[in-house]
C-alpha cells in the first residue's frame, strides 16, 4: 500500500508542477472599426507639393482593422513581444482644391481614387519593473518597422509615394486587477522628438474566461507622422477593438 501511494504521488507531482506554472506564450487576435479623423498629407514637402486632406478624399469611415500579437515570457520578468498591424484604406471622393502631388496635378472637375496604407511590424522587449496586489507594470522598448504608401488616381493620373522605415518607441503595459476575473489593461507605445512623432494607445477592459482564455474590448487611438524635407504626413485614427486572448 506504502508503494502504491508513493508511485502514485510520484506521477502526481509534476502534473501540479506544471499546472501552477504560469503559461509563457500568448496570443491575441484583436479587431474592430477604425475612424479617422486626420489625415493631412503634402508630397513633396515644399511649395511644388499641395497639403490637403485625404479624410475629406476618402471620408472618416469606419474601416475594417485588424492586428495579431504574439508574446512571450522569456523568464519571470522578461518578455518578447511580437506585433502585427495592417490597415489600408481605398476610397474614392472629391478633391476640395486643384492638389499637386508627387509631381503629378489632380484637380477638381473628377473623382479621385485615394489609397493610404499603413502596415506596421513591430518587436518589443519588456521587464516588469513593479507588481502589487492590484497593479502590474512592465517597460521596455520597440523596433517597429513601417512600410506606408499614399497613392492617389484620377483617371489615367496616378501618382504614390511609398516609405519603409525603422522607428524606435518606448513601451509601457500596465495591467489592474477589478475582481476574480476582471482587468483594466494600458498599453502604450510612443516616440515624441525629431521630425516626428508617433503613439499607439489602447485602453481595455479584459474578462478571463478561464486560466487559458480571456476576452477583451475597448478603445485604441494610434496618432502620429513626419514632418520632413520630402514628406508631411500626420494621421490621427480611433478605433472600437475586441480581443480574444489564448495564453498557453
Not at 171 to 180: A, P, Q
Not at 198 to 225: H, I, M, P, Q
Not at 226 to 234: N, P, W
Request: charged share 25%; aromatic share 14%; net charge negative.
Amino acid at each position: 500500500m506504502m508503494f502504491t501511494a508513493s508511485f502514485l504521488a510520484c506521477l502526481i507531482a509534476p502534473s501540479v508542477a506544471i499546472a501552477a506554472e504560469e503559461p509563457r506564450f500568448t496570443l491575441e487576435l484583436e479587431a474592430g472599426p477604425v475612424w479617422q479623423t486626420r489625415n493631412d498629407v503634402q508630397i513633396p514637402n515644399d511649395d511644388t507639393g499641395t497639403r490637403f486632406a485625404l479624410d475629406d478624399v476618402a471620408g472618416s469611415g469606419p474601416f475594417e482593422s485588424a492586428r495579431i500579437t504574439f508574446d512571450w515570457r522569456v523568464r519571470e520578468r522578461h518578455s518578447v513581444r511580437f506585433l502585427f498591424a495592417p490597415f489600408s484604406i481605398t476610397e474614392t471622393g472629391a478633391l476640395a482644391e486643384d492638389v499637386r502631388f508627387a509631381d503629378a496635378t489632380f484637380d477638381t472637375d473628377d473623382p479621385v481614387e485615394a489609397r493610404y496604407v499603413f502596415d506596421s511590424w513591430r518587436a518589443t522587449y519588456r521587464y516588469r519593473f513593479a507588481t502589487g496586489p492590484k497593479w502590474t507594470w512592465w517597460g521596455g522598448f520597440t523596433a517597429k518597422v513601417r512600410d506606408a504608401e499614399v497613392r492617389l488616381r484620377q483617371g489615367d493620373t496616378v501618382a504614390r509615394d511609398t516609405d519603409t522605415g525603422f522607428v524606435p518607441l518606448g513601451h509601457l503595459f500596465g495591467e489592474r486587477r477589478l475582481g476574480e476575473r476582471w482587468r483594466f489593461l494600458l498599453e502604450l507605445d510612443a516616440l515624441a522628438g525629431g521630425p516626428g512623432r508617433a503613439a499607439d494607445l489602447s485602453l481595455k477592459l479584459a474578462y478571463d474566461v478561464n486560466d487559458r482564455f480571456s476576452l477583451a474590448g475597448g478603445y485604441r487611438t494610434l496618432e502620429g507622422g513626419a514632418d520632413t524635407d520630402d514628406v508631411y504626413s500626420f494621421a490621427w485614427l480611433h478605433y472600437a477593438v475586441v480581443s480574444g486572448i489564448v495564453r498557453f
